[in-house]
C-alpha cells in the first residue's frame, strides 16, 4: 500500500480545503476505498476521513417536504430509520439486500452510491481498464461477458454498477446536495454518474446529503426491490429492479422503475414508466413494460440471458409492488425466497 | 440434533461423550496462537510478487524502484535466491510436488511466485512488491480443459490406478435392455482455508525454526530439510493449530520455503502470509473435470454395467490428476463395471488432493446419473439405490468390513420424510408458488489408515501427557485424541494433557484423507496399552499391591486405576509411588493391517436427502433441508462428528451451486480470485441442515473401529441437491456449480407460457 497522510477535520471548511490537494480522497466508511488501497487500484497520497463532521450523519426532514439523508449516514441506520420505514421503506429494503451486518454498519449512504465497479478488470491493477486509466483498453471485454452490462455499456467500459441503495433513489428522483469551496449546489443523482458509471463530481468536491422528494412518499405502499443473485444473500446483483407504483382508482397513476445489475449505472427505463402511467396493472401489462424497459439492451459475449432475467426480475417486481409494500422489510430482504404472504400495509 | 442414534461405546468412559472441543474457547476469545500470530523479536515482513501471465519469462524487474521505498529491506529474486540443496522440480519421494522456489525466469502459471521482498513492515513490502513491476515475455497460455489434447497418465491421484475393470462392460451396455449416456462438468474450486497459508521462519546457525500450518509435520520437516541440505531434526515445525487446510496444507507450499529462504536471505526472522488473492495461485486447487456416465440396466431395474470416465486437468510440469472416476468402482452393484481417466496439461498451477478429491467430483456424476437411470426407469430413487446396493465392493468383489448404508437409508428417509414423495418432477410447490424438489445421494468415503507413532507418559501424582505430532486442524483432532488416551490409560478426562502439532514429536500421519483419528487414535491406543500393561506388571509383581498375583490378562484400567475382574482395584498413582518411580513411560505404534485390507473393502456410508426451492420464473435456487444419515464405524465424539459431517454437507452444496474458479482465457489467471466473486455459500443458502449418526460396529478397520468423517459429507449431498433440483423444476442440468440463467432459461417462464 502506498504512503498516505490522514486527515480528520471537525469543520467541513477545513475538509474542502484539505481535499483541494490533489490525489485526495474522502473516507467515508471505508468498506470499499480500503480494499482497492490494498489492492493497489486506489492509491491516493491524502485521505480527508469525514468521520469528525457529524452533521453528515443525520436523516432530517426538509421544509419544502421530502427528507434530507447525511451522505454518512451508516446503511444500517438507514435502513432502521423509522422516517426511512414510513416514507421509503424500498430504500430499506435495498440497503438490507447488500452486504453483510458487519459492512453495513460501516458503510455509508454516499459511499454505497459512489462505490467502485466489482470487475475483475477493473480490480486488478495490472489489467487494462479504461475506467481506472483513461484509454489503456479493457481487459473485461475478453471475458465471458457474465458480469457486464446489457444497457448503456460504451466502448471504453462494460462494468455494471454494483450500488442496490442506488437503484431505488434515481427510481424515485433523488438529488444530491454537493459542497465545494465555491459553496453548494444540487444535483439529480442520475447526473451524479457519467456514461461509464464514474462519479462526475470534480476532485474536493463532497456530497453532503441525499435528498428525497417529498414525491417519494406517495409510492411508499406499492414500492419492492427485486434482486437476483447467486446465493440468498451477501452478493452483488445479477440483475436487481426497482419498482414503485402511486395507484389510484384500479390505475397507476405513476409508476417509478430503475434496474441494476445491467448497466454501467443505476438504469431508469422511461420507457417502461411511459407504458405503465395512467394504465390498468396487469400481467400483460407488466411484461410490456419490461419489453419496453430491455428494449435497448444488447448482449455482450454470452450475457444474453441477462436481458431475459431482467425482463423477467422486472415483471416480478412490479407484480409484488402491486400487491403493495409488505409490514416489515422481510429478512431476506429483496430476495425471490422472501415470503410472499405478508398482507400489504397498504391498500 | 437427533440423538439416540449415535453409538455410545459400552466400554470407555471418554469415548463416545459428546463433549466441547478443547480448544473452543481459546479460539473465540483469540488466544489461540496460530503461525501468523508468531512474533519474534526482530521480524521482517516478507510478500510474493506473483506472475501476471500463464507463460513465459520474467524479463527484468524494477528493484531500484522497490529499493526506494522506505523500509524496503531486500528483494529475493533468482538472482540471489540462496542457494537450496535439492532441485524444488526433482521427484525426491514418491509423493512429492515440484515447487517454484525462483529457480529461473521461467513463467508456468498466473500467481507463480517470482519475486519475494522483504520490509520493516508489512506495508513497506507490499508497496516493494507493488513497484517491482516485473516485465515479462509472455507466451500464448492454455488453460481450457475443453481445448487441450488428452493422454492417458500412468496413475491418478496418489498412485492409484487409472483404469479399473471388472467384468465386460462393452458386452454388458450392448445386451442392456436400457442405456443412459450422460455427460457431466465440474468447474476448479480453490481451497481456501480461514487461515491463508503462513510462515515465520527463524535461523539459528543451522538449526531452523518454522511456525506454519500444516497437516502434516512431519512430511514438511522432511521436505523442507530435504531441500535446505539439513538434518531432519534441526528442522523444528511448530502447527498447533491450523485454520483450515482441506489438502491445501498436506504438502509444504512453494510460499511457506520462500518464506524459510527470505530469512535466509536476510539473516533475521521472516514471516511471509499469502493474501487472499494469492490463495487462488501458488498453493493447489481441485481441477475441474468432464465426466461421462455410461449405464446399461435391465428391466428389473439392476445394473448390468457402470462405466464412468473422466478427463481431467493438470499442469504442464507436473502430475496430480484428479481420481474423479474411481470411487464408482465401490458405490452399486453393477454386473460389470469399469472407471478410466484421461487428462490434459494446461498452464496452470499443479492441482492438488482437495476435500474427496476425486470422490466429490465423481459423487456428483454418479448420483446424477443413477437418478438419471432411475428416471429412465420409471422407478424412485431410493428404491433404485436399495434395489442395487453393493452387498460387496463391485470392482473388487472382496466384502466390506462393516457397511450399515441400508440403516442409513432407513433412518435419513425417515427423519426427511421421503415417504410419498411424488416420482414425477415438477410436481411439488410451496405456498408461495415455488416449485419444490426432493432427491437423494449416497455417501461413501474409503477408510484409510497410515503409520503412527505416540507416546505416553505417567507421573507419580495420576496425570498422563500423551504425546504426538498430530494435527488440530479445526477438525477436532485434539479433543477427539485426548478421549482415545484417557480410555486408553484407563484415566479420567481432566487428567490426561495432549500434546500435538510438532515436528519434534513422534510422526503421527497426516491429517488428510479423514485418516487422522483412526491413525494417530490408534497409535495413541497402542501407547496406552502399552503404558498400562507396564503398570499392571508393575501392580501385579508388588506384595504391597491389592493385585499381587493377579494376571495381566484380567487387569482392566479405569478411573485412574487398575481393577481386577473380582473388585480388586490399585490406582495409578499408588502402583509408581510403591515403586518409588516419578513417572512411567510407554510408546505405541499403529499401521494398517494388510491382511485384513486385501481380504475387505473398508468405507463410510451415508444417504442425504435434499430439499430445493426454485423460483418458477427467476430459476433461483435454495436447499430449504439437507439431511444426512452417516455411518462411519465407532464415533469417538458425537458433537464432532456431526460438526465434520454438517462441514462437508455443506461443501457438497457448494459443490453443486456456488463455487467455481473462472480461469480467464485471455491472461490464464483466476479472474474471481476473492472470496466476494468466488462464491461460497452463506448462511441464508442453508436454514436446515442435520447429520445423523448410524450405528455401526468394525472389528476389522482398525483397533479402535473408527472410521472418518471428514470427507464423506461431501459425497452425496452435491448429487442430493443436484437430483433435487431437477426433481424440483424437470430440468437436469449438467454443468456445476448450476447457474441462475442455466436453469431459469431452460425452464418455461410464466411469461411465455401465458403468451403460447
Known amino acids: ?347 | 440434533m437427533a440423538e439416540g442414534t449415535a453409538p455410545i461405546s459400552p466400554e470407555g468412559a471418554a469415548i463416545g461423550r459428546p463433549i466441547a472441543r478443547d480448544d473452543g474457547v481459546a479460539k473465540v476469545t483469540g488466544r489461540a496462537r496460530y503461525a501468523a500470530d508468531c512474533r519474534p523479536p526482530g521480524l521482517l515482513h516478507a510478500v510474493i510478487a506473483p506472475s501476471r501471465i500463464a507463460r513465459g519469462r520474467v524479463t527484468a524487474f524494477d528493484l531500484d524502484a522497490a529499493m526506494a521505498e522506505p523500509g524496503v529491506v531486500a528483494v529475493m529474486t533468482p538472482a540471489n535466491r540462496p542457494p537450496l540443496a535439492e532441485d524444488p522440480d526433482a521427484k525426491t519421494a514418491p509423493i512429492v510436488f515440484r515447487l517454484d522456489l525462483l529457480q529461473d525466469d521461467r513463467i508456468r502459471y498466473a500467481g507463480q511466485p517470482v519475486a519475494v521482498v522483504i520490509g520493516e513492515t508489512l506495508e513497506a513490502a507490499e508497496e516493494g512488491a507493488f513497484r517491482l513491476a516485473p516485465a515479462y515475455a509472455a507466451e500464448p497460455a492454455l488453460v481450457d480443459i475443453d481445448a487441450a489434447e488428452p493422454f492417458v497418465p500412468e496413475t491418478v491421484g496418489l498412485g492409484a490406478p487409472v483404469e479399473r475393470r471388472r467384468g465386460d462392460v462393452e458386452a454388458a451396455l450392448a445386451t442392456a435392455a436400457h442405456r443412459v449416456q450422460r455427460r457431466y462438468e465440474t468447474a476448479a474450486q480453490v481451497h481456501n482455508p480461514l487461515e491463508p497459508h503462513a510462515v515465520v521462519a527463524v535461523w539459528e546457525g543451522d538449526r531452523l525454526w518454522v511456525d506454519t500450518p500444516s497437516q502434516n509435520v512431519a512430511r514438511a520437516q522432511r521436505r523442507i530439510a530435504g531441500l535446505l541440505g539439513l538434518p531432519p531434526d534441526h528442522v523444528h515445525i511448530r502447527s498447533p493449530f491450523v485454520g483450515g487446510g482441506f489438502g491445501a496444507k498436506a504438502f509444504p507450499a512453494g510460499p511457506q520455503v520462500l518464506g524459510i529462504l527470505a530469512a535466509r536471505l536476510v539473516g533475521r526472522p521472516v514471516k511471509l502470509v499469502l493474501s487472499r488473492a494469492q490463495m487462488f495461485g501458488a498453493v493447489g486447487h481441485r481441477a475441474p473435470t468432464r465426466q461421462t456416465l455410461r449405464l446399461g440396466l435391465a428391466d428389473d431395474g439392476t445394473i448390468a454395467a457402470l462405466a464412468h470416465h473422466a478427463r481431467v486437468a493438470s499442469s504442464r510440469f507436473d502430475d496430480f490428476f484428479e481420481p474423479a472416476a474411481a470411487l464408482s468402482g465401490g458405490v452399486y452393484a453393477a454386473g460389470a463395471v469399469e472407471t478410466t481417466h484421461e487428462a490434459v496439461r494446461l498452464d496452470i498451477a499443479t492441482p492438488v488432493v482437495m476435500r474427496g478429491p476425486g470422490e466429490a467430483t465423481g459423487s456428483l456424476a454418479l448420483e446424477c446419473a443413477i437418478d438419471e437411470a432411475a428416471a429412465e426407469l420409471g422407478l424412485d430413487p431410493l428404491a433404485f439405490r436399495r434395489l442395487n446396493h453393493a452387498d460387496t465392493e463391485p470392482i473388487s468383489g472382496r466384502p466390506f468390513s462393516s457397511k450399515a448404508l441400508r440403516a442409513c437409508y432407513d433412518a435419513g428417509a425417515a427423519r426427511f420424510g421421503w415417504a410419498g414423495r411424488p416420482l414425477a418432477p415438477r410436481s411439488l410447490s410451496d405456498s408461495d408458488g415455488r416449485l419444490v424438489g426432493l432427491g437423494i445421494g449416497t455417501a461413501v468415503f474409503p477408510s484409510m489408515m497410515f503409520q503412527a507413532e505416540a507416546r505416553a507418559l505417567l507421573r507419580a501424582d495420576g496425570a498422563a501427557i500423551v504425546e504426538l505430532g498430530a494435527h488440530e486442524i479445526g477438525q477436532g483432532a485434539a479433543t477427539a485424541l485426548r478421549q482415545i488416551a484417557a480410555d486408553a490409560l484407563g484415566l479420567p478426562l481432566s487428567a490426561v494433557t495432549l500434546r500435538t502439532g510438532a515436528s519434534d514429536l513422534p510422526d503421527a500421519g497426516g491429517a488428510a484423507g479423514s485418516s487422522h483419528t483412526a491413525t494417530a487414535g490408534s497409535a495413541i491406543h497402542a501407547a496406552g496399552t502399552a503404558l498400562v500393561a507396564r503398570l499392571a506388571a508393575l501392580a501385579t509383581a508388588d506384595p504391597a499391591s491389592p493385585l499381587h498375583g493377579a494376571g495381566n490378562a484380567v487387569l482392566f484400567a479405569a478411573d485412574g486405576a487398575l481393577h481386577a475382574g473380582d473388585g480388586r482395584r490399585d490406582p495409578h498413582a499408588a502402583v509408581l509411588a510403591r515403586a518409588g518411580l516419578g513417572a512411567i513411560e510407554a510408546r505405541g505404534a499403529a499401521a494398517p493391517d494388510r491382511a485384513a485390507r486385501a481380504s475387505h473393502a473398508m468405507a463410510a456410508h451415508g444417504a442425504v436427502f435434499a430439499e430445493v426451492a426454485v423460483d418458477p420464473d427467476l430459476g433461483a435456487i435454495r436447499v430449504t433441508r439437507l439431511v444426512g444419515a452417516f455411518a462411519a464405524g465407532r464415533i469417538v465424539n458425537p458433537r464432532l462428528a456431526r460438526s465434520q459431517l454438517v462441514g462437508g454437507m455443506i461443501w457438497g452444496l457448494s459443490l453443486a451451486l456456488h463455487e467455481a474458479a473462472q480461469f480467464d482465457p485471455a491472461t490464464g489467471a483466476i479472474a474471481n480470485a476473492d472470496l466476494g466473486a468466488y462464491r461460497i455459500p452463506v448462511h441464508a443458502d442453508l436454514p436446515f441442515v442435520e447429520a445423523l449418526l448410524v450405528a455401526e460396529e468394525d472389528t476389522l478397520v482398525n483397533p479402535l473401529g473408527v472410521k472418518g468423517v471428514g470427507e464423506i459429507g461431501i459425497t452425496g449431498t452435491a448429487g442430493a441437491v443436484a437430483n433435487a433440483v431437477w426433481h424440483a423444476t424437470g430440468v437436469r442440468i449438467r454443468r456445476f456449480p448450476i447457474r441462475i440463467e442455466d436453469l431459469a432459461l431452460a425452464m418455461p417462464g410464466r411469461e411465455k407460457e401465458d403468451d403460447a
Not at chain 1, 480545503?17 to 488501497?37: C, D
Not at chain 1, 441525499?210 to 443473485?229: I, M, N, Q, S
Request: glycine share 10%; charged share 20%; net charge positive.
Open chain 1, 1 to 347: 500500500m502506498r504512503r498516505f497522510a490522514y486527515l480528520r477535520p471537525a469543520r467541513l471548511e477545513e475538509a474542502l480545503a484539505a481535499a483541494a490537494e490533489p490525489e485526495t480522497a474522502w473516507l467515508a466508511g471505508g468498506t470499499n476505498l480500503v480494499e482497492l488501497m490494498k489492492r493497489g487500484v486506489a492509491r491516493p497520497a491524502r485521505l480527508v476521513d469525514l468521520a469528525g463532521l457529524e452533521d453528515l450523519a443525520t436523516i432530517t426532514p426538509l421544509a419544502a417536504g421530502g427528507l434530507s439523508i447525511g451522505a454518512a449516514v451508516r446503511n444500517a441506520d438507514l435502513a432502521r430509520h423509522p422516517v426511512i420505514l414510513r416514507d421509503a421503506p424500498i430504500l430499506a429494503e435495498a440497503v438490507l439486500s447488500a452486504a453483510a451486518p458487519q459492512i453495513r454498519n460501516r458503510a455509508t449512504t454516499a459511499g454505497n452510491l459512489l462505490q467502485a465497479p466489482r470487475c475483475a478488470g477493473f480490480l486488478d491493477p495490472g489489467a487494462a481498464c479504461n475506467r481506472r486509466a483513461a484509454g489503456s483498453g479493457c481487459a473485461a471485454r475478453g471475458g465471458d461477458g457474465r458480469d457486464a452490462a446489457v444497457l448503456g455499456a460504451t466502448e471504453a467500459c462494460i462494468a455494471v454498477h454494483p450500488s442496490d441503495l442506488a437503484v431505488p433513489l434515481v427510481a424515485l428522483d433523488a438529488r444530491l446536495r454537493v459542497a465545494g469551496r465555491d459553496g453548494e449546489r444540487t444535483i439529480a443523482l442520475g447526473t451524479l454518474y457519467g456514461a461509464d458509471g464514474a462519479s462526475t463530481l470534480p476532485p474536493g468536491e463532497l456530497v453532503r446529503a441525499v435528498l428525497l422528494p417529498a414525491e417519494a412518499a406517495g409510492f411508499a405502499g406499492h414500492a419492492r426491490y427485486l434482486k437476483l443473485r447467486e446465493r440468498t444473500s451477501f452478493a452483488f446483483a445479477l440483475v436487481s429492479a426497482a419498482a414503485a407504483l402511486r395507484i389510484a382508482g384500479g390505475r397507476i397513476v405513476a409508476a417509478r422503475v430503475a434496474l441494476g445489475g445491467v448497466a454501467p449505472r443505476p438504469w431508469r427505463p422511461a420507457e417502461a414508466e411511459a407504458v405503465l402511467a395512467g394504465a390498468v396493472p396487469t400481467d400483460a401489462l407488466f411484461r410490456a413494460a419490461a419489453d419496453a424497459a430491455l428494449a435497448a439492451a444488447r448482449p455482450i459475449a454470452e450475457n444474453g440471458f441477462k436481458i431475459e432475467l431482467a425482463r423477467r426480475v422486472l415483471v416480478r417486481a412490479l407484480t409484488l409492488a402491486l400487491r403493495g409494500t409488505p409490514a416489515r422489510v422481510p429478512a431476506l430482504a429483496a430476495s425471490p425466497f422472501a415470503p410472499a404472504g405478508e398482507g400489504a400495509r397498504h391498500g
